[in-house]
């Protein structure tokens, strides 16, 4: 599927994809910092989940942000509570105000060390947007990257 309206979002990793109110930490389950889901990583790669500008790179790079030419910026964050990691075991590839196409790679993680420093690897993916209250899931269960993964619903 092409995406002409700038609401489709492709899967940045692989993993199972769950329903964002699983989540282990309230700020996401509860749909605070956005509309989204949820993966349960089963790779170490994150690749761009739509073309854009890489808006927000955290300093411990357990996360990463896109604004797709639409406007929308999704979040992809690797793990719960893995900014005490301090940035161990995480490599970003991009800084903030790179370009990116779907499909480029963002960031490298170690899921043994977020593991063994006693982390949740749940990985939330939203959409920052604060008048985005829902999103689709078009793919539930297992993922690859680059899956059609959700797509923005319209604001009421």
């Known amino acids: 599927m092409v ?23 309230p700020i996401f389950s509860q749909g605070i910092v956005g509309a989204g ?33 639409a406007g929308f910026q999704v979040l992809i964050h690797i793990g719960i509570d893995t900014v005490d990691m301090d940035g161990n075991g995480f490599k970003s590839y991009k800084k903030v105000g790179d370009k990116v196409e779907s499909g480029d790679l963002l960031l490298e993680f170690d899921l043994e060390k977020i593991k063994k420093a006693g982390k949740n690897i749940q990985s939330p993916v939203v959409i920052t947007n ?14 690859n990257y680059g ?3 959700f797509r923005i619903c319209e604001p009421k």
Request: glycine share 8%; with cysteine.
């Open 3 to 25: 995406d002409f309206d700038g609401k489709l979002f492709f899967a940045p990793m692989d993993g199972e994809v769950l329903d964002l109110t699983d989540c282990v930490d």
């Open 37 to 69: 889901v949820l993966i349960i990583p089963t790779g170490s790669k994150v690749y761009a989940p739509c073309d854009g500008t890489v808006s927000i790179i955290a300093n411990c790079r357990h996360g990463i942000a896109i604004k797709n030419p």
């Open 130 to 143: 604060p008048e985005i209250k829902k999103v689709e899931i078009l793919k539930k269960g297992v993922v």
């Open 147 to 149: 899956d059609e993964f």
